[in-house]
Structure formats: structure tokens, C-alpha cells
T-cell receptor, first 115, second 117 residues
């Protein structure tokens, strides 16, 4: 296992289009998190899953955003009707349940550009 | 509401000298603090952490200090090396109702560290 994998690495889309990102966590980790990072800012929490259950969603996650983790393994983050303000780096992380927060491993992210 | 703040956008130091990165927080319920390092085009990598019940944690060249009364923590890197040049993020976590840390992190804005040879 080589860590948390995110695909695609880069995505350029036209405003109004839908996009979907995928995250494959470390296999033994049952917690999965999505963060968004814009230029000059730190990562901002979007949502997290424990197994297939989505346990928390940030106010940042508008109704155009939806995240799933159907079998408790990989996760997808979909953005509908993209806006220029959605341009950001989308980071996924995973951790073992009950593990210390330093067990938290990030992927390399998906950079979204909305034109 | 920025609950974790890193007020210095950048820091430049000479190789071999000490780098001190600072972080302030406002939420006294944070129970764990972490520092992450981030290179361009990569995700953040965990560096060092400290529990709210301690005031110092050391790991090799890296030491984190926590001053709870001031709601302030700092990361010391001694000696600094050119390979330490990166963006450093301070982050904090809360305990959930069950008393365990559930992993949602609140990050500061980051400090760009440049170590000159």
C-alpha cells in the first residue's frame, strides 16, 4: 500500500459542468476526510466518513457538493454546476479509527480549475 | 472565525540557524496540536504533535512548545537545513463526546519557510 491516492491530479472544467474526484485511502484506515485548500490558506475541513457513514459535513459543503463512500473503501466527491469559486486543491486524508491524529495521512490532492 | 492563526506568512533563515514558527489559537477546547509540512504539488505531511496536557515535545531537530495560558504554540527547528524549506501548517483537533480525538483538524494559514545555504 503506497498511501492515500487521489485522482485525477488536475482537472480543468468549464463553469457549470459537473466534476467528480476519487480518493482511495490506506486500506486498513476506516476514517476518510475531505478538505479544500485555496491559495494562501490552510486546508479547510469539508466532510468525514467512518466506514460508509458520513458523520459530519461542514457549512462549506453547499448543496452542489456531495460525497460518498459506498462500501467503506474509496470515496468520491462530486461538485455540480461548478463555479469559479470552486477552484481549489481538494485533499483527501485517511486515518485508523481511534487512532491518534498523527495517524492521519493526506493524499497529494486534486487541483480543480474552473474557467 | 479563524480559530488557528499563523500570523507570519513567511520566514527566512540561514542554514544551521534556528527556525521558529509560531501559531495562536482561540478555542480552549482543542486537545491536540500538530505541525504539518507541505511541499508544492504534494499533500501535507505530519511532522510533530503535542497533547494539550504537555508543554513540550521533541523529535530530533524538531521541538514543539505549547503555552496553554497564552493559547500559543511554536515549532523550533534546530539546526535548519535547506531541505526544510516548505510551507508549515499548524493544526488543532477537538475531542468528541466520547473523549477520543475524532480527527477533524482546524488549520492555520501556513508559513513559508525558506532556509538559505
Amino acid at each position: 500500500d503506497t498511501g492515500v491516492s487521489q485522482n485525477p491530479r488536475h482537472k480543468i472544467t468549464k463553469r457549470g459542468q459537473n466534476v467528480t474526484f476519487r480518493c482511495d485511502p490506506i486500506s486498513e484506515h476506516n476514517r476518510l476526510y475531505w478538505y479544500r485548500q485555496t491559495l494562501g490558506q490552510g486546508p479547510e475541513f469539508l466532510t468525514y466518513f467512518q466506514n460508509e457513514a458520513q458523520l459530519e459535513k461542514s457549512r462549506l459543503l453547499s448543496d452542489r457538493f456531495s460525497a460518498e463512500r459506498p462500501k467503506g473503501s474509496f470515496s468520491t466527491l462530486e461538485i455540480q454546476r461548478t463555479e469559479q469559486g470552486d477552484s481549489a486543491m481538494y485533499l483527501c486524508a485517511s486515518s485508523p479509527q481511534g487512532g491518534k491524529v498523527y495517524g492521519y495521512t493526506f493524499g497529494s490532492g486534486t487541483r480543480l480549475t474552473v474557467v | 472565525d479563524q480559530q488557528v492563526k499563523q500570523n507570519s506568512p513567511s520566514l527566512s533563515v540561514q542554514e544551521g540557524r534556528i527556525s521558529i514558527l509560531n501559531c495562536d489559537y482561540t478555542n480552549s477546547m482543542f486537545d491536540y496540536f500538530l505541525w504539518y509540512k507541505k511541499y508544492p504539488a504534494e499533500g501535507p505531511t505530519f511532522l510533530i504533535s503535542i497533547s494539550s496536557i504537555k508543554d513540550k515535545n521533541e523529535d530530533g531537530r524538531f521541538t514543539v512548545f505549547l503555552n496553554k495560558s497564552a493559547k500559543h504554540l511554536s515549532l523550533h527547528i534546530v539546526p535548519s537545513q535547506p531541505g526544510d524549506s516548505a510551507v508549515y501548517f499548524c493544526a488543532a483537533s477537538l475531542k468528541n463526546a466520547g473523549g477520543t480525538s475524532y480527527g477533524k483538524l482546524t488549520f492555520g494559514q501556513g508559513t513559508i519557510l525558506t532556509v538559505h545555504p
